[in-house]
């Protein structure tokens, strides 16, 4: 060949490698535009425990200053002590939406897709993996909530993904939540309740919105979850179904078929469709005395109370909802509310009542907790549509 030619396959050589080298690298591919994803540890509900009293009878002159001690010394402290205004920020601040462990929405769509819920695992290391929001923590964490109610957790995990559609042709975006080792405690002095409420080993949840105009869907799945010690036991299935239920061991085959049973003073029934509940009356001195009030203040109350209709409600179990677009899950509700009242006569004169209204209202499950745990929920976004500019009817 001759040193023309060379030179032209030489330079042919050189002007392709350039090209190569200026094709840009392909750029990620965002989320389909609407489509979110939120993981988080714990969601809340909004209700609080306010108790409120009202006095009735004859005010007024000598009366007052013999009433208002009473009020003052006796009845104010135990208002105090049944309030339950900051779990919701509280819990927040360690496990919600205010906390640090928590996954929103990603900014790409990523692969490879994950595994069959629940067999899909949490992409490690976190944090670097596809570039996919998440959280894992290992210690233990336990916010305080006060004098009412306490709570610990173990392990926590969770992530938000946007799978391409080559690697899932749904093109599903979705959260994806686990916790390990839950235990809740309430009023842990109160006579005939046995602590923790609700304890629970592992539990899972997925909300999956895919957008291929295909319906979400929302699973659970848990094992090891207990009831006053064991009094209620069951597992859940993969899918959020309630599996292996007992109650004061006798087995059920599911929650639909579970009677309202008495058991001493409590009362175990379905609550919805995929949870229990567990209720309690209890008398005006056994709430008193568990509140930490000073022994002047309990000895004072009980020598004036009459009546009480408190009940201590207890609900545990998964949940989830599933609209055309969107779908919420959590793997395990942990709720307890306190309801009812407590009638006091003063000196023959003078009628009191503390009432505490219920928190079970409006979506809420109870006014001292409501913690929705595992939480996970998505939406499926638009397809963008034809950018091709119409043509006007008139050069048709």
């Given at each position: 060949m001759s040193r023309a030619g060379r030179l032209l396959i030489a330079v042919a050589a050189a002007l392709g490698t350039l090209a190569l080298a200026c094709v840009p690298a392909q750029a990620a591919t965002p989320i389909t535009p609407g489509a979110t994803a939120v993981s988080l540890p714990a969601y809340t509900g909004t209700s609080t425990l306010r108790a409120n009293l009202t006095l009735t009878g004859a005010l007024g002159g000598l009366l007052d200053g013999l009433i208002n001690p009473i009020v003052n010394q006796d009845l104010n402290p135990l208002i105090g002590a049944l309030q339950s205004l900051t779990v919701n920020t509280l819990v927040n601040s360690v496990l919600g939406a205010s906390g640090p462990n928590q996954a929103g929405t990603p900014t790409q769509?990523?692969?490879?897709?994950?595994?069959?819920?629940?067999?899909?695992?949490?992409?490690?290391?976190?944090?670097?993996?596809?570039g996919i929001p998440c959280y894992?923590?290992?210690?233990?964490?336990?916010?305080?909530l006060g004098p009412l109610a306490s709570l610990s957790v173990g392990a926590i995990n969770g992530y938000t993904q946007q799978v391409a559609a080559t690697a899932d042709a749904t093109n599903p975006i979705f959260g994806r939540a686990t916790?390990?080792?839950?235990?809740?405690?309430?009023?842990?002095?109160?006579?005939?309740?046995?602590?923790?409420?609700?304890?629970?080993?592992?539990?899972?949840?997925?909300?999956n919105c895919p957008n291929d105009n295909s319906a979400p869907s929302a699973m659970e799945s848990g094992s090891t979850i207990k009831m006053l010690g064991g009094l209620v036991t069951l597992d859940?299935?993969?899918?959020?179904?309630?599996?292996?239920?007992?109650?004061?061991?006798?087995?059920?085959?599911?929650?639909?078929?579970?009677?309202?049973?008495?058991?001493?003073?409590?009362?175990?029934?379905?609550f919805g469709?995929?949870?229990?509940?567990?209720?309690?009356?209890?008398?005006?001195?056994?709430?008193?005395?568990?509140?930490?009030?000073?022994?002047s203040a309990v000895t004072a109350l009980l020598g004036y109370a009459t009546t009480s209709t408190v009940t201590l409600s207890i609900i545990a179990g998964p949940?989830?909802?599933?609209?055309?677009?969107t779908a919420k899950a959590w793997g395990m509700g942990i709720a307890v509310d306190l309801s009812g009242s407590i009638g006091f006569n003063l000196l023959g004169v003078v009628g009191a009542t503390v009432a505490i209204p219920t928190g079970i209202?409006?979506?809420?499950?109870?006014?001292?907790?409501?913690?929705r745990l595992g939480y996970t929920s998505c939406s499926s976004g638009s397809n963008p549509t034809s950018t091709a500019k119409a043509i006007p009817p008139a050069l048709i």
């Amino acid at each position: 060949m001759s040193r023309a030619g060379r030179l032209l396959i030489a330079v042919a050589a050189a002007l392709g490698t350039l090209a190569l080298a200026c094709v840009p690298a392909q750029a990620a591919t965002p989320i389909t535009p609407g489509a979110t994803a939120v993981s988080l540890p714990a969601y809340t509900g909004t209700s609080t425990l306010r108790a409120n009293l009202t006095l009735t009878g004859a005010l007024g002159g000598l009366l007052d200053g013999l009433i208002n001690p009473i009020v003052n010394q006796d009845l104010n402290p135990l208002i105090g002590a049944l309030q339950s205004l900051t779990v919701n920020t509280l819990v927040n601040s360690v496990l919600g939406a205010s906390g640090p462990n928590q996954a929103g929405t990603p900014t790409q769509q990523s692969t490879p897709a994950p595994a069959t819920f629940p067999n899909d695992t949490l992409p490690s290391p976190c944090g670097t993996s596809y570039g996919i929001p998440c959280y894992n923590a290992t210690a233990g964490l336990s916010p305080n909530l006060g004098p009412l109610a306490s709570l610990s957790v173990g392990a926590i995990n969770g992530y938000t993904q946007q799978v391409a559609a080559t690697a899932d042709a749904t093109n599903p975006i979705f959260g994806r939540a686990t916790i390990a080792n839950v235990n809740a405690t309430v009023l842990p002095t109160l006579s005939g309740l046995t602590n923790p409420v609700v304890s629970a080993g592992l539990f899972s949840s997925k909300a999956n919105c895919p957008n291929d105009n295909s319906a979400p869907s929302a699973m659970e799945s848990g094992s090891t979850i207990k009831m006053l010690g064991g009094l209620v036991t069951l597992d859940l299935a993969n899918g959020g179904d309630i599996a292996n239920l007992k109650v004061n061991g006798v087995a059920y085959a599911s929650v639909s078929v579970l009677p309202a049973i008495t058991i001493g003073n409590l009362t175990v029934q379905p609550f919805g469709p995929t949870a229990i509940k567990v209720s309690l009356s209890l008398t005006a001195a056994s709430l008193v005395s568990a509140l930490g009030l000073p022994a002047s203040a309990v000895t004072a109350l009980l020598g004036y109370a009459t009546t009480s209709t408190v009940t201590l409600s207890i609900i545990a179990g998964p949940n989830d909802a599933v609209t055309s677009s969107t779908a919420k899950a959590w793997g395990m509700g942990i709720a307890v509310d306190l309801s009812g009242s407590i009638g006091f006569n003063l000196l023959g004169v003078v009628g009191a009542t503390v009432a505490i209204p219920t928190g079970i209202v409006n979506g809420n499950y109870g006014n001292v907790l409501d913690l929705r745990l595992g939480y996970t929920s998505c939406s499926s976004g638009s397809n963008p549509t034809s950018t091709a500019k119409a043509i006007p009817p008139a050069l048709i």
